[in-house]
């Protein structure tokens, strides 16, 4: 079992934040424990420095294969982080991303990520605001 201590991190500044920093050393060793990861029921945002970590952690592993960072703020630079991790991952078939601020240049990120991704089978990027333009650019990806 990870043990990791994050409550002297000056990145954790939310129980979700803490949670996910936990986390990426399990992802960075490939634990085969760890095949998905649920945000949604810890409460804040995500800082953009934990979420490039994330991603970072994300790009090399191979065990996780369901991830829900729903209700965590990312906006459009966080989708921009998780669509980079998203096109050298090889490994996650499920990506929930709700309630998270995301537009149409966010949902171009996501698209352009998933012209390099062949695994990823499942993508919930329910209310955001997508508009017209961002589900176009993620239908013909």
Known sequence: ???????????????????IFAVIPRLRRNDPMLTAL???????GISISVV??????LEKN???????LSCTNLGNDGAKHIAEALQANSTLTTLIMRYNG??????????????A???LTTLDLS?????AEGAKHIANK
């Open 1 to 19: 079992m990870d043990t990791t201590d994050v409550s002297s991190s000056e990145y954790v500044n939310t129980e979700v934040e803490c949670k």
């Open 38 to 44: 649920d945000t949604h029921p810890f409460l804040g």
């Open 52 to 57: 490039k970590q994330l991603a970072d952690a």
């Open 62 to 68: 191979n065990t996780l294969t369901t991830l829900d």
């Open 102 to 115: 995301i537009d149409s240049e966010g949902a171009e990120y996501i698209a352009m990520a998933l012209q």
């Open 117 to 119: 991704n062949n695994t």
């Open 127 to 131: 209310s955001n605001d997508l508009g």
